[in-house]
């Protein structure tokens, strides 16, 4: 069975970070590209940051230059780290897990709110 768990949401101002954290396990399993997602309020699901398990990385052109996402293979761990964070940031992410020849498997999603 496989599980996608996040953390590491909160309430930060603008201007701040947060950094967020998944974990897939699943015994004997092999992840592929494994992600980061968000869904502001009112709107639709958008990716922000993938890796793939050779560490290539895409960027959602809006958090280029100010979130990183990171992966340990080890631990089939992703991480991200936000900086710079402004209101348009804030929204639910969910991390997303691709595993090979069967398909995508999601988190249950934290929440990111950036107010003063």
């Known amino acids: 069975q496989v599980q996608v768990v996040e953390s590491g949401g909160g309430l930060v101002q603008p201007g701040g970070s947060l950094r967020l954290s998944c974990t897939a396990s699943?015994?004997?399993?092999?992840?592929?590209?494994m992600g980061w997602y968000r869904q502001p309020p009112g709107k639709q699901r958008e990716l922000v940051a993938t890796?793939?398990?050779?560490?290539?990385?895409e960027y959602e052109g809006s958090v280029k230059g100010r979130f990183t996402i990171s992966r340990d293979n080890d631990r089939n761990t992703i991480d991200l780290q936000m900086n710079s964070l402004n209101v348009e940031d804030t929204a639910i992410y969910y991390c997303?897990?691709?595993?090979?020849?069967?398909?995508?498997?999601w988190g249950q999603g934290t929440q990111v709110t950036v107010s003063s």
């Open positions: 890796i793939a398990a050779n560490g290539y990385t």
């Open positions: 699943g015994s004997g399993i092999d992840f592929g590209t």
């Open positions: 997303k897990a691709v595993v090979l020849f069967v398909g995508p498997y």
